[in-house]
């Protein structure tokens, strides 16, 4: 398949596919920089190679051939690095974590993120540890509790470290300092920002906002902007509590507008950031998602709408007026999707894999096929034209989309 050059979503850095190294691919947005063929109506797409990792809802990252993730067995979590193309295991790290279902299949919820050579994972107890990437070996460990005297919250650490610069941000969320940043070569930290904040479940979201490289992150009961320049100053704070906390999807900026959402009751809002103050643009409490990511399209947000006890939706809605565009119903309360240009690939909490063409005002499903046991909670990765994904249950499978 052909790789070509694209430019994603009028973001300033341009990806040339093949890698995926963190969650929602290299540039944290479900954008997918190779041709996709989506044309799976009349076969299903071939299945190179499956793995059993152990449950949790960690995605899978690639980078240089090797994919890696994370699952837990008999309270024990498992790093797992694969070869991407054959699935040989080329090693493992294996260390003493509980399993801790509450209410769901309990494990992992961070995706390890790989940069330069080096594997970051973080576990639900806050066990942060950096592997070299070819041998497994450990570099340096941290611990959130430990070290920064962090508070977990109810379903343990899941926001996956993110790197900016010579940084390695992450949320430990003490009663101070939030947000950390850690030298990613050695693991000493170089700041920590003042402010408190519960624990939420997304990644830190780094954009430019008003002329500021700034990290916006979802804590439990508010939203807060970061300037990374100036080791944590907070720029504003917007609060949006939900219940037991629980934010964990990852906020969306673009054409000065964030978009924010929960489950429980909360559903979606749109900040217009142009001002000295956030200020709503629209809300809409039907419809939301409890951990589902929203993909940036042209002023547009893509994704899947659900919750518990709600019917799944993938829809397309202008961000700057709440409209639907279009909206398409799909098995389960939940899912998660990938893009390139106008294809779309929606993975359904009940494990079918959905192709599919979207367009301002329609989207038409061009191939469908089971491929996991439900339930699915984690978005797949894409690299070299393998679809990575897996159940919570611990199902890892590798398809080919060539």
Request: overall charge positive; some cysteine; charged content about 25%.
């Amino acid at each position: 398949m052909k790789v070509f050059l694209t430019i994603l979503f009028a973001l300033p850095v341009i990806s040339y596919a093949e890698d995926w190294p963190g969650f929602l691919g290299p540039d944290g947005n479900g954008a997918v920089a190779e041709e996709l063929y989506i044309d799976w109506n009349d076969e299903a797409p071939k299945t190179l190679w499956t793995a059993d990792i152990g449950k949790g809802c960690s995605s899978i990252s690639v980078a240089g051939g090797l994919a890696v993730t994370v699952g837990n067995s008999d309270n024990k979590d498992t790093v797992w690095c694969f070869d991407a193309a054959t699935g040989k295991v080329k090693w493992k790290d294996t260390y003493e974590e509980k399993l801790d279902p509450k209410f769901y299949t309990g494990g992992p919820g961070a995706t390890p993120l790989i940069h330069e050579g080096r594997v970051y994972g973080l576990s639900k107890s806050g066990r942060l540890a950096c592997y070299d990437l070819k041998s497994g070996k450990i570099e340096w460990t941290k611990s959130f509790k430990k070290d920064f005297k962090g508070k977990a919250p109810m379903w343990g650490y899941s926001a996956s470290p993110t790197v900016f610069e010579d940084l390695l941000l992450c949320l430990p969320c003490p009663k101070s300092g939030a947000l950390v940043a850690l030298d990613k070569k050695s693991g000493e930290l170089r700041w920590q920002s003042e402010d408190p904040a519960k624990a939420g479940y997304s990644a830190p979201v780094i954009a430019d906002y008003r002329g500021k490289k700034t990290a916006f992150v979802f804590h439990g009961r508010k939203l807060v902007a970061y300037d990374l320049a100036a080791k944590g100053v907070v720029l504003f704070d917007y609060t949006w509590r939900t219940p037991y906390d629980v934010n964990a999807s990852n906020p969306v900026f673009q054409n000065n507008m964030l978009h924010l959402s929960s489950g429980y009751g909360m559903g979606n809002i749109v900040l217009d950031l142009s001002g000295d103050e956030p200020k709503e643009l629209h809300r809409d409490r039907d419809r939301r998602m409890i951990f589902q990511n929203a993909l940036p399209k042209e002023g547009d947000i893509i994704g899947v709408f659900g919750d518990k006890g709600m019917k799944a939706e993938v829809y397309r809605m202008e961000m700057k007026t709440g409209k639907l565009k279009w909206a398409v119903s799909i098995p389960g309360s939940r899912g998660s999707a990938l893009m390139s240009g106008d294809k779309l690939i929606i993975l359904s909490e009940t494990g079918e894999l959905i192709f599919g063409k979207e367009s301002d005002n329609q989207f038409s499903i061009t191939g469908r096929h089971k491929i996991l046991p439900k339930l699915c909670w984690s978005p797949p990765a894409f690299s070299d034209g393998r679809l990575f994904a897996r159940s919570n249950g611990g199902k890892l499978v590798c398809v080919s989309l060539k």
